[in-house]
């Protein structure tokens, strides 16, 4: 009666302390130039190696310009941290994409991808949204910098295992709503800290429907809910999306991999420790109001107004919230105009993505005023799409079509918002200055943030088809 | 890292909660490649003005709240980014121990591996930490990871439960690398037995 996740937990423990602690195997590390500089320096001040460099991946992605490659980047910060990564992958072996790679890309846009990360392996990176894996049915989750350097130097972790949530979502999906909305409406039923403590299995036929890109931005915003990794059975669907990829198994050992990979799932009576069910036909076009991704709100909503909130300082909270965003009671969210579109991230970035904002976007332009950005997740998206001529679409409508990175999305590179800023963003959080120092973001599907930039407010993507 | 025993200090209030990570240390500050120099940005947002100067009312830029080493505060605390700058802007400012009804769970990792305690007590008692905490210099509290309690000004103390592991790795300032070294072989066997099992398990080579 195990969980999936209890299933690819017990296939990992190598061994257990007095304590009941696990020493757990780690199948794949992917490291990205912000977060490990720290852990390859603790492992030079010990005279540690890189355990398992066939094991590890490193990408530039966070820090990077997402303007033309082919000029030189300016001297600074950003600069420094990537030639340190690409010192340290130089002197511990590790294989590594650089920034002119066309295999180059968003850490988790890439694992996928490339054919890196594969069903029932444990994945961690230095980043929170390594839960994106878990669409594979991988157990993958965000470590800090310390545990990067523990990754790197022993292959394993110290865990204790978490606890089973499981997110039933069933039913038909209407024209127009997303995995986002889906996600979004998730984590406004649960909470940001929903999850807490737990691994959520994303499960029900609305799920199942999904494709790889859709599941993987539900599991993706996982974290977003709180929650340690999500995680949905790998079936028919994850297994076609495997076969073919650059490092994933081919011919004989492709097939004893899915019979492997078939074995993971969830027994029938498995037990979890709590249970969410959601109804697809209940889910509408949804974006973000406030600066938690759990404050969301159907697009046909209005603002809502601190007095309704049930108690004093969920009022303050709400009021707080408002202040920041620029926002009255009363208003009507499609109504609210946008400067700024941003089309990318690991939540939204992939082909699939892009693919569905060109289906909004073509023959119509950008709404006077608002600079629209689409950021592919990876070079490998960047040349799909352009194969399929979305390139064009987006910029014959007045989009900018830019090199793979994290960009806005955290805005960490050039690709920031200006104070006061309003962002239809398909970006993952919406938290006070999280893509620039006081810009204001509304977190939504691309499709949904496609049809702002083409009205030049928030808007309701269903009047469009 | 240094061994977190007992410390004795100022407590400052900051009841709010969901404060996230972004909050704690905005991302165009994670460019380091060192993990000291942090805490000067440490709630940047909350903390300074556009231009720069200090915003008066924020906690930390009161006294005796400058040489804050705790922090009390509400739910969900380190929510958002795994960035292990969280802790270390904290630590860089000079604060060991946050007290707080719950925490995302990568910062509370983090924060354990950086020297730091995390104290997890119920709101209600939060709540009255809080007014220690607004008493400032006379609101000292002591947090006693060896006894596992902390002590309100009044002498009061109140138990809080912390994974022994951790307590241990904390109590004795031991870097857990070590410790999961000490199984080696375990973590070989492991291994060969992983490719008996899992032949198709790929290696990542770009030769």
Known sequence: MPTLFDKIWDAHVVDRLADGTAILYIDRHLVHEVTSPQAFEGLRMSGRRVRRPDATLAVVDHNVPTSDRSLPMEPG??????????????????????????????????????????????????????????????????????????????????????????????????????????????????????????????????????????????????????????????????FEYVRGRPFAPSGEAFDRAVEYWRTLFSDPDARYDRVVELRAEDIAPLV???????????????????????????????????????????????????????????????????????????????????????????????????????????????????????????????????????????????????????????????????AAAVTGHLTDVRSFN | MDAFTSLTGIAAPLPEANIDT??????????????????????????????????PDFVLNREPYRRAQILVTYENFGCGSSREHAPWALLDFGIRCVIAPSFADIFHNNCFKNGILPVQLPREVCERLMEDARLGANGRLTVDLERQVVVRPDGQEIPFEVDALRRRLLLEGLDDIGQTLQHGEAIERFEQGRVAERPWMPAISLA
């Open chain 2, 22 to 55: 972004d909050k704690i240390i905005p991302a165009r500050f994670l460019k380091t490649i060192k993990r000291s120099g942090l805490g000067v940005n440490a709630f940047d947002a909350m903390r300074y003005n556009e231009d720069g100067t200090e915003k």
């Open chain 1, 77 to 238: 910060d950003s600069l420094t941290q990537i030639e340190t990564l690409e010192r340290n992958v130089a002197e511990f072996g590790v294989p590594y994409f650089p920034l002119r790679s066309a295999r180059q890309g968003i850490v988790h846009i890439i694992g996928p991808e490339q054919g890196v990360s594969l069903p029932g392996m444990t994945i961690v990176c230095g980043d929170s949204h390594t839960s994106t894996h878990g669409a594979l049915g991988a157990l993958a989750f965000g470590i800090g910098t310390s545990e990067v350097e523990h990754v790197l130097a022993t292959q394993t972790l110290l865990q204790k295992p978490a606890k089973n949530m499981l997110v039933r979502v069933e039913g038909t999906l209407a024209p127009g709503i997303t995995a986002k909305d889906v996600m979004l409406a998730i984590i406004g039923t649960i909470g940001t800290a929903g999850g807490t403590g737990h691994v959520i299995e994303f499960a029900g036929s609305a799920i199942r429907g999904l494709d790889m890109a859709g599941r993987m931005t539900i599991c993706n915003m996982s974290i977003e809910a709180g929650a340690r990794a999500g995680l949905v059975a790998p079936d028919d669907t994850t």
């Open chain 1, 288 to 450: 973000t109001w406030g600066t938690s991704p759990e404050d969301v709100l159907p697009i046909t909503a209005t603002v809502p107004d601190p007095a309704d909130a049930p108690e004093e300082s969920r009022r303050a909270q709400v009021q707080r919230m408002l202040d920041y965003m620029g926002l009255v009671p009363g208003q009507r969210l499609d109504e609210l105009p946008v400067d700024v579109v941003f089309i990318g991230s690991c939540t939204n970035g992939r082909i699939e993505d892009m693919r569905a904002a060109a289906r909004i976007v073509a023959g119509r332009q950008v709404a006077p005023g608002v600079r629209a950005m689409v950021v592919p997740g990876s070079g490998m998206v960047k040349q799909q799409a352009e194969r399929e001529g979305l390139d064009k679409v987006f910029l014959d409508a007045g989009f900018e079509w830019r090199e793979a990175g994290c960009s806005m999305c955290l805005g960490m590179n050039p690709d920031k918002l200006k104070p006061g800023q309003r962002c239809a963003s398909t970006s993952n959080r919406n938290f006070e200055g999280r893509q620039g120092p006081g810009g204001r973001t509304h977190l939504l599907s691309p499709a949904m943030a496609a």
